[in-house]
Structures are given as C-alpha cells and as structure tokens.
C-alpha cells in the first residue's frame, strides 16, 4: 500500500514537477518544461478548490513513488499520474488510479495517447471504461455511482 499525501506546500509541488518534467512527453495536456520559477508561480495562484495533487510514496522506505493530479476542466475531473521509472512494474499504477477515481468527489476522465499501454492497461485494470478512440488519444471515464 502506498502512502499518500495531498500537495499543499511548494516544496512537494516541486517534488511533482521534477517527476512530471521527465515524462511530459506521455501527458496529452502539455509537453512543455516547467521550471521552478513557473511551477512556484503555478501553485501559489491554483485554485486548489479545482486542482488537487497527490505525491505517493513507499510505505515502508517513504521513496517517492510518483504523484496523482485531479484537475476539473469546465464541469468534468480529469486525472492524470506518473509513477518514478525504477517503481514501474509494480501495480503502484493501478493503485494510483484506483486512489484518484476514489478521491474524485464526480465522474473521473482520462486522456491517454493510444500507444501508451501501461497507462491504458493500469487504467483498465482499475475499472475505467473506454468512451472514445480518438485519432491519437483514448478518452476513458470511471463512473461514480
Ligand atoms: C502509466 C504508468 C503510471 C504505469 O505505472 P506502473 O506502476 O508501471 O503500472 P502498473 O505496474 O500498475 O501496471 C499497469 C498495467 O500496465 C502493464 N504494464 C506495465 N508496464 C508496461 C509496459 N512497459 N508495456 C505494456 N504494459 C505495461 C502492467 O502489466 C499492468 O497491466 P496488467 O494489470 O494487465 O498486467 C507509468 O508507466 C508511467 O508513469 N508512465 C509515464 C507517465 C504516463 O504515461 N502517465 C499517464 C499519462 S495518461
């Protein structure tokens, strides 16, 4: 199981960016680099009310094992999570998914590229459902009872 903690200092939104910063490329929303002066500017002015990070770490050795993101755009929650390369392999995405849809206080979208199957493949794992294939993306949703 792992430890979960909800980012609410600059210094674990850091934590996140640093890992999202090496897998931006697999993030459908934005590819860019963020760097600190961005991200500090970032979450200082978020609206956390429609924001809400999560940093995951090992319960027993507290390494941080990645972060989960739930964002709502217009009246949809969407997610998005990376897990760190040396904790892949391990269900902790699945876990990370599970924990998001859990936390999701409505219905949770996911945007995923269709070629990136360990993240369509932990996604199915934690009942979300295929909506839509799209040209380059596949659009998913858990549904809140
Ligand atoms: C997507 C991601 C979070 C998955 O994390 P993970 O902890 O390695 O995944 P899990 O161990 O929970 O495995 C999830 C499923 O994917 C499968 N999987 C894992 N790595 C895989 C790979 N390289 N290729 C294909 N399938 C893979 C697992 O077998 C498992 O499927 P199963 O339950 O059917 O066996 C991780 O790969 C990641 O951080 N990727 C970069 C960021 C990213 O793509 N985020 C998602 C944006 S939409």
């Known amino acids: 199981m792992l430890d979960v903690v909800l980012v609410e200092y600059v210094s674990d939104a850091q934590m996140v960016r640093s890992i999202r910063n090496r897998v931006k490329d697999n993030l459908t929303n934005d590819h860019s680099f963020i760097d600190a002066q961005?991200?500090?500017?970032?979450?200082l002015n978020?609206?956390?009310s429609t924001n809400i990070l999560y940093l995951y770490s090992e319960g027993d050795t507290q390494a941080i094992v990645g972060f989960g993101y739930l964002r709502k755009v217009k009246d949809r929650w969407?997610?998005?999570?990376?897990?760190?390369?040396?904790?892949?392999?391990?269900k902790?995405?699945?876990?990370?998914?599970?924990?998001?849809?859990?936390?999701?206080?409505?219905?949770?979208w996911l945007e995923i590229y269709?070629?990136?199957?360990?993240s369509l493949r932990a996604a199915l794992a934690a009942d979300f459902k295929i909506v839509d294939i799209l040209?380059?993306?596949?659009?998913?949703?858990?549904?809140?009872?």
């Open 38 to 43: 961005k991200q500090y500017d970032w979450f």
């Open 46 to 48: 978020l609206d956390h």
């Open 78 to 90: 969407y997610a998005t999570l990376a897990v760190e390369e040396e904790f892949r392999g391990k």
């Open 92 to 108: 902790y995405g699945i876990e990370i998914y599970n924990h998001l849809k859990n936390a999701s206080e409505d219905d949770l």
């Open 114 to 118: 269709s070629d990136n199957n360990p």
């Open 135 to 145: 040209d380059k993306t596949i659009l998913l949703v858990y549904r809140k009872e």
